[in-house]
């Protein structure tokens, strides 16, 4: 921590300095001092994706997503096009807060920038089985167990929404029956 300090005394506008500082308080459980030097990060370079990220995952976990979709409508488009991370997390928290259209188009560049990330392929089922687009969400958990077939979350995910499809397609021929 000393060293750090030092750091930041000599480059005290160092976004990577407060980035690192961040990371270290999290090791520690400081959440509060990491989120502090993550921010005064984020402060000093809007673009530092890495320090965005971070702060976004451990905004999330303190389910404060409001907090994120707010700070990330001050992120240029083209920052969160260039980082899968970020983009999944600005996702997921839209996703928490049933923005759907906005969390998919989110999911769909972490995905796009990634796409051998089988994380971000099974948050976009999860995202579209939250929408009620049950085929959508099938794909993605196929494409995720595709990439990582010993993801059991996965798996029992894809079984619900397969059960949810096979109700809709027997009402539907039942429909055309009659």
Sequence with gaps: ???FDKSIQVRPTSADCFFN?????????KTEDALKAWKRATTLDPHH?????NLFVALDEREECNTVVTMAK???NEVVHQSASLAFQIGVC?????????????LKIAAQLNPHNAIYHANLGVLYQRWARYDLAEDSYLQAL???SEMSSVTGNLQAVK??????????????QS
């Design 49 to 53: 994706t890495k320090a965005l990220t």
């Design 74 to 76: 001050n992120i240029q």
């Design 146 to 148: 595709l990439i990582d």
């Design 94 to 106: 839209l996703g928490k807060t049933a923005r759907f259209v906005e969390a998919e188009r989110h």
């Design 21 to 29: 500082l961040g990371n270290l308080y999290q090791k520690m459980g």
């Design 163 to 176: 059960q949810r499809l096979n109700k809709t397609r027997t009402i539907i021929e039942s429909d055309e």
């Design 1 to 3: 921590l000393k060293s």
